[in-house]
């Protein structure tokens, strides 16, 4: 998957879902983006900087400031900027995957928003908790999940996403954090088939082949931890993430340009959505900068060669029953 050379890419471009939805390429991440912050960079980068695109969860617990600065944009805007011109995302909580929980879920996240509507809910997780409201996270000794709930299937879940859409509570359905089987086991089931696979994706962890599985049942694939600015304790950002790659540093420095942007528009030439997480309004607008460069084959190449030899995947979390620690195997 990747674009057309002649394929111009602008702060409007979309992609064309399944459903034949349109989904902005480029989005606004809001995980970790504090209360107090969220708000003011939502309404900066909906009114100011023509984010259309805001990635959401329930989880994150700022779903009711991220509405704030969404209704205060349009407002703004003067009808210059309108409702369906946004595209906002939202996230089942691995709590609610009961089918009988899944529309009070979302009727929970709209609220939040103060949203008739969502554009493309997805499965945060391909796993069931027990619905314990006053604890999200509750770990055994071992790190696996306490309130894991046997027998909830994901199928079960996914029929009880597709009547959301009959609800008109949302326009899209799809996942995130799923494997090429548990797509499979979707898809074999669908009424509604999925649009998007929301997962960690960057230079160091390109999901080659998730990538050429998405093309061919036509999935979108949106990279989340995009710039994979992350660490874990006792590391540094400089040693960890790619945005201080040498390599990547030096085409951005011949291009005059910041690690950040290169590393975007490595995911836009390769075909991908991609929801770039800040509050800061300097680098909202950096990482929008990205439309009127190019990267040659060569350039895109070196980028994807640097999973050989610095593979990470950042986000795994210990989830599964006793016996399955991790969520993904590598
Ligand atoms: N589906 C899932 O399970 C899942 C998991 C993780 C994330 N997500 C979604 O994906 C979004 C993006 O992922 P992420 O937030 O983990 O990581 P990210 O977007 O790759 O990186 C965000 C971090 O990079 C910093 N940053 C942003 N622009 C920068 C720039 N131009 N130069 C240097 N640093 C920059 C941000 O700092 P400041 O904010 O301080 O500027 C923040 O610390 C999330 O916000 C969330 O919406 C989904």
């Known amino acids: 998957m990747s674009i057309d050379e002649d394929e111009i890419l602008t702060m409007d471009s979309r992609v064309i879902l399944s459903d034949k939805n349109q989904m902005p390429r480029l989005g606004l991440g809001t995980w970790r983006s504090e209360p107090g912050k969220v708000e003011n960079i939502v309404f900066e980068a909906i009114l100011n900087c023509g984010y259309r695109h805001i990635d959401c969860a329930w989880l994150y617990k700022n779903e009711n400031e991220v509405g704030n600065g969404i209704r205060k944009a349009l407002e703004q805007s003067q009808g210059k900027i309108k409702r369906e011109d946004l595209f906002i995302t939202t996230k089942l909580w691995n709590q609610h995957h009961q089918p009988e929980d899944v529309e009070w879920a979302i009727r929970d996240s709209l609220k939040n928003f103060q949203l008739d509507y969502i554009d493309l809910y997805l499965i945060h997780w391909p796993v069931a908790f027990k619905n314990i409201k006053e604890n999200q996270w509750s770990q055994n000794q071992d790190k696996t999940i306490r309130y894991y709930a046997e027998g909830v299937t ?34 074999n089931i669908a009424r509604i088939k999925p649009v998007v696979n929301q997962i960690e994706l960057h230079p160091y962890l390109n999901q080659q082949e998730l990538r050429l599985y998405a093309k061919k049942v036509n999935i979108i694939l949106t990279s989340y931890c995009p710039l994979a600015n992350l660490k874990r304790p006792n590391e540094r950002e400089e040693e960890t993430s790619p945005l201080y790659n040498p390599i990547i540093e030096k085409i951005a420095k011949s291009k005059n340009r910041t690690s950040a942007q290169i590393i975007i528009r490595w995911h836009l030439q390769h075909g991908l959505t991609l929801i770039p997480k800040t509050v800061t309004p300097q680098r909202l607008y950096e990482n929008c900068q990205v439309f009127d460069f190019y990267l040659s084959d060569n350039e895109m190449n070196q980028i994807d060669q640097l999973e050989k030899t610095h593979h990470r995947r950042f986000l795994n979390p210990q989830v599964l029953p006793p016996g399955n620690k991790y969520i993904f195997d590598d």
Do not use: C, H, P, Y
């Not at 799923?178 to 499979?184: A, L, P, R, T, V």
């Open 154 to 187: 994901i199928t079960d879940t996914w029929k009880a996403m597709e009547n959301l859409v009959d609800f008109k509570l949302v326009r899209s359905i799809g996942l995130s954090n799923f494997k090429q089987s548990e797509i499979d086991e979707i898809i």
